[in-house]
C-alpha cells in the first residue's frame, strides 16, 4: 500500500525527471497550491505550472533532501530567464484526499534570496519590497495563462 511519503517521492523523482504530466498527475483535480512566485493556483493552474517549468528548463536539477507523509525539504538548481544561476531552498507542506491524491501542496522559500540571486542588482536592492514579488507574481501568472492558452 502507498503512503503519503510514496506520493510526495514520487513527485519530486518526476520533477527531477522533468516529467510535469507525472506531476499534475498526482494532484486531485480541485487542487490548491500556493508559493511565493505564483501566489495561489487551483484545479488546472498547478498541473500547467509544472508542465510549463519541466518544459522549458534547459538545466533544471531537482534535490529532494528529506520527506514524510506531509511535508518536503527540497532544492532547485537552475538557470532563470534573465541568464543567472539560482540555488532555491524550498519547504513544501501537503494535504491529501481519501483517493491519495494531493488536494493542496504549499511551497516556501525566502523570496528575498530568490530574488538577489533570480534578478541581480534590481532582487538586492528591491527583492524585498512587495514591488518586486507582486511584478514577478504578474509576470508569471502571465507565463502560465498563455502556457495554457495553447
Known sequence: M???ADTIRDFYGAFARKDGDAMAAAYAPDVHFHDPAFGDLHGE???AMWRMLTGRSED???ELVGHDDSSAHWLAH???STGRHVD???RATFEFGDDGKITEHIDDFDFYA???QALGPAG???GWTPIIRGGVRKKARA???EFMSR
Open 78 to 80: 537552475y538557470t532563470f
Open 60 to 62: 533544471l536539477v531537482i
Open 88 to 90: 532555491n531552498d524550498v
Open 143 to 145: 507565463q502560465l495563462d
Open 2 to 4: 502507498s503512503t503519503h
Open 124 to 126: 538586492l536592492l528591491l
Open 114 to 116: 530568490w530574488a538577489r
Open 45 to 47: 493552474e498547478p498541473g
